[in-house]
């Protein structure tokens, strides 16, 4: 910000925050169409990060809706700086800038990198086909590896005795710092997506929808039966005595009971019937 005001560039950084702010709009409106609670926006060059209270129990299709519902303002914003522009209502010059800063934000935010919208789009879009603790991971991974890239494209200029691109850099660092605190917090994400099983598993039996079963043997760990569970879908769990016949059937409420009660990990799935 003081540099743009010393290079006479603020009218300019006055409206990227403002088109940022549009675009955080957007996400704010449409999670609030789905009752979403939002804790906090925040406002960033390249974009923002509308920050919820339902973060990972929340449905694919809404959280899909949600994430796309920022770069869609930008889509109409910079039709409609064309569209002032052909119409002799603003600049050429003034036009052109508008249309280049929304193309910039919308199509940098579908990157597949957290917390961006296309970091959130692929999340959302694995967790109805992988096990959630595996989507968490690999989003993590794929988010560090987008990050990395992005860092070595802005030096790549240096290599070639050029000079570096110092936002892009400054983005890149500040994305995969973002992304491996975020690794490193998987854990404490998991808990609180297990936290909110059981008001999911009871809006699924009211659905009258079939059971997904995770077949398990009786010194299978507890924490390695939750991390097969799939988050939009309800569980069975069938463990397996030594001859290969059924000993018995958890629901998983009743695993992940035992493990937020308790906090035994480690601890096998036979335990919770003996």
């Keep these: 910000m003081m540099a743009s005001v010393i290079t006479g560039y603020f009218l300019e950084l006055l409206t990227l925050f403002a088109l940022v702010f549009v675009h955080e709009l957007g996400h704010v409106f449409a999670a609030r ?18 920050e919820t209270e339902e973060a990972g129990y929340l449905p694919a299709r809404e959280e899909i809706i949600v994430a796309l519902a920022g770069p869609l303002q930008n889509l109409w914003m910079g039709l409609t700086a064309w569209a002032l522009g052909e119409l002799g209502l603003i600049t050429p010059v003034w036009a052109s800038h ?31 086909r992988l096990p959630y603790h595996v989507t968490l991971v690999w989003g993590a991974r794929i988010s560090l590896l987008a990050s990395a890239l992005m860092i070595i494209y802005s030096l790549l200029p240096y ?10 850099l400054a983005i890149g660092i500040f994305l995969f710092a973002s992304n491996w605190s975020y690794h490193r917090n998987i ?56 001859k290969g016949s059924v000993v018995t059937v958890l629901p998983e409420e009743q695993v992940v009971s035992n493990f937020l009660m308790h906090g035994k990990p480690g601890s096998a799935v036979a335990e919770l019937f003996r």
């Design 98 to 128: 508008l249309i280049q800063a929304n193309l910039m934000i919308g199509l940098f935010n579908l990157l597949p990198v957290l917390p961006l919208d296309g970091g959130r789009i692929v999340q959302a879009w694995m967790s109805c």
């Design 187 to 242: 854990p404490f994400i998991f808990v609180r997506f297990l936290m909110h099983r059981e008001g999911w598993a009871d809006r699924y039996r009211e659905r009258e929808k079939l059971a997904q079963p995770i077949v398990v043997a009786g010194h299978h760990t507890i924490q390695g039966t939750l991390r097969r569970l799939v988050k939009e879908k309800y569980h069975l769990i069938y463990v397996m005595g030594m």
């Design 159 to 168: 290599m070639n005795d050029g000079g570096i691109q110092v936002n892009l």
């Design 33 to 50: 169409g789905f009752g979403w609670r939002i804790r906090e926006v925040k406002l960033l060059p390249f974009g923002g990060v509308a």
